[in-house]
């Protein structure tokens, strides 16, 4: 599975993008997919996950309410990241992921990954 995740960029605090995430090559009806984020010095962490089977979604406490996930089942190939009210602390490095199966949020439990793209939120 390859990703590719776009649609970063620079914004100023309480403003909005919306990432996205296309897979190709072998793909998985019930596949797993994510974002996660990576700020400077700190390790990569969960961010939101919907998993595909069971429709379920998944936030961390810090973006709930402001960030929403969203996929197309019928495709099964894209994902979306809606990122509203952002805040400077949201500034990081954000990547898409996938697994043929849920088996958690860390973001050790992924196989596959996108490249990133980068979101950056002046105060």
């Known amino acids: 599975v390859q990703l590719q995740a776009s649609g970063g960029g620079l914004v100023q605090a309480g403003g909005s993008l919306r990432l996205s995430c296309t897979a190709s090559?072998?793909?998985?009806?019930?596949?797993?997919m994510g974002w996660f984020r990576q700020a400077p010095g700190k390790e990569r962490e969960f961010v939101a996950v919907?998993?595909?089977?069971?429709?379920?979604?998944?936030y961390a406490d810090s973006v709930k309410g402001r960030f929403a996930i969203s996929r197309d089942f019928v495709k099964n190939t894209a994902l979306y990241l809606q990122m509203n009210s952002l805040r400077p602390e949201d500034t990081a490095v954000y990547y898409c992921a996938a697994d043929k199966s849920f088996q958690g949020l860390d973001a050790n439990l992924y196989d596959y990954w996108g490249q990133g793209t980068q979101v950056t939120v002046s105060s």
């Open positions: 090559g072998r793909t998985f009806s019930s596949i797993v």
């Open positions: 919907s998993t595909g089977i069971s429709g379920s979604t998944y």
